[in-house]
Every structure is written in C-alpha cells, then in structure tokens.
C-alpha cells in the first residue's frame, strides 16, 4: 500500500467524523427546535381550546340572556294584550250597563205611565160613581209629570169643580149645625170646606160664620183673627157690619176696653153703623166705665 495514501484517508476519515458530528448536533437542534415548536403549538392549541370554551360559554350565556330578554318581552307584551283586553271588556260590560240601566228606566217611565193612566181612570170612575171625598184624596196621590198635559188638565178641571162642590156642602152642613147651637162641629164642617178648596165660593163668608162660631165658644183671640180674615178677603160682604161688631165685643170680652171702644167708636162713622148702634154704643159704655174703674 501507497503510504502517502494512508494519511490522506486518515484526513477524509476525520472529516467525516466531522461531518457526522456536526449532523448529529444539528439533528440535536433540529429536534430541539421541533420539540419547541411542538410545545409552542400545544399552548396555541391549548389557547385555542380554551378560546372556544370560552366562546361556547358566552355564546350560550348570550343566547339565555338573549332567551330571557325574549321571554321578558314577550310577558310585557302579553300583560299589555292582557290588560288592553280587560279595559275593553270593562268597557263593553259598562256600555251593557249603561245600556241595561236606560232600558230599565225606560220600562219604569213606561210602567209609570201605565200605572198613572190607570190611576186617573179610576178618579174618573170615582167622580162617576158620587164618591167625591175618595176621588180627591186619590187625585192628590197622581203624579202630574206620568200624565199628558192634556189628561191633567181635564182631571185637574173636573176635580177642581168637585172640591167646590165638597167645600159647599160641608159649609151647608157648618150652617146647619151652628143654627141648632152645635158651635165646635160647625167649626169643623167650616174647616173642612175650607181644606178642600183654597179659595171657595163664600170664602169669606166661611171665615164669618167660623168667627161667630169661635165667638159662641167664647174663644175671642180666635174669633178676632178669623173675623179680621174674612174682612180682608172681602169688607162688604153679607155679613161684614156683624163681623166688625163681633170683632168689637170680643175685644170686650178677652178683657182689651181701649181696643174695644177705639174699634167700636169707629163703627158709628160707617155707613151701616145705625143698624147696630144701640148695641155699639152700649158696649161702648160699658168698656169706658171698665177703663174708669181700672184707672
């Protein structure tokens, strides 16, 4: 063998072990630096899993609230629904009242009505039938706006010549009872002409007899206002110069003399005042010599 060779094989020997070293380190540095990047793409992995954990976890968080803002909403809506729904049946239940409510009225005008026309008719049989006290008394229960102002004013008509009729003939029957000397049911009789009607034929004529009456009682504060009454509705009436006599002596009677003799003084200045003037100036006479003895 070349013995120059040998060294140069020797030389490509170390080269080669050369060699290999170094591609053995950079095989060390390569698995070096596919571990590291191993170990940096499991953090990316495991930071990318944890992303879309997290990512689920608010996703579905979302959507609950999403869901619960959904459910709340639709609750509101519902109770809006809900609550527009009973104001119009409130409504529609308060129109049916109204509505029930003007319908019965209309049924109690009508059945008013009815009850009143019923009511009149059966004053007008009464009037018929001669039963004058209980065809006043039920004419005074009718009520005038249930009738038509026609059928009042003939009812009111008939019933107002009835009441002077019933006021004429208990003032007859006071007269009757007062000739016989029945003074208290005279004065009744004469109360109730004038209860009947406000304003009755012999109206003042009425007052008189009730004053004379009173007077016969010898109820004289009565008597005077009674008899000063029936002067007022009418001073020349049939009876008037009685009256102011009567007046005269029931103010001697209750015990006023100056009243008295001013009253009866005056009389003699009437024209009728000769009628009675014996009779006044006795009176007089008498009321003085009262006034003298009292002084």
């Known amino acids: ?53 997290r990512w689920r ?55 008013a009505r009815d009850a009143a026309d019923v009511a009149a008719d059966n004053v007008l049989r009464l009037i018929r039938d001669k039963q004058q006290e209980t065809a006043i008394k039920e004419f005074d229960k009718l009520d005038k706006e249930r009738l038509t ?5 003939m009812l009111e008509e008939k019933v107002e010549e009835l009441r002077l009729e019933m006021a004429d003939k208990h003032y007859k029957k006071g007269l009757a009872d007062k000739k016989i000397g029945g003074y208290t049911s005279a004065i009744q009789e004469f109360d109730v002409a004038l209860n ?9 004529l009425i007052l008189f007899h009730k004053g004379e009456s009173l007077y016969k009682k010898k109820k004289y504060e009565e008597a005077i206002n009674v008899l000063q009454e029936s002067l007022k509705l009418d001073k020349k009436h049939d009876q008037a110069p009685m009256a102011e006599l009567l007046i005269g002596l029931s103010y001697e009677e209750n015990g006023e003399c100056d009243k ?9 200045s009437k024209n009728w005042g000769h009628i009675y003037r014996g009779s006044i100036q006795y009176h007089a006479k008498l009321c003085r010599r009262k006034l003298k003895e009292e002084r």
Do not use: C
Request: charge should be negative; proline fraction near 3%.
């Open 149 to 153: 102002p026609a059928a009042w004013a």
């Open 260 to 268: 008295a003799v001013k009253h009866l003084d005056g009389l003699l």
């Open 196 to 204: 009947y009607h406000p304003h009755p034929r012999n109206h003042a």
């Open 57 to 111: 976890k608010s996703t579905i968080g979302a959507y609950i609230l999403f869901l619960l803002v959904v459910s709340a909403a639709a609750v509101v809506i519902m109770e809006l629904r809900v609550n527009a729904f009973k104001l119009e049946v409130e409504k529609l239940e308060n129109q049916l009242a109204t509505l029930t409510e003007a319908d019965r009225q209309k049924k109690l005008v009508l059945d």
């Open 1 to 53: 063998m070349d013995e120059s060779y040998v060294p140069s094989l020797q030389d490509d020997l170390r080269e080669l072990k050369k060699e290999v070293i170094e591609t053995r380190n950079m095989n060390i540095k390569t698995d070096n630096r596919v571990q590291g990047l191993f170990g940096e793409v499991k953090k990316i992995s495991a930071a990318q899993e944890d992303f879309e954990s």
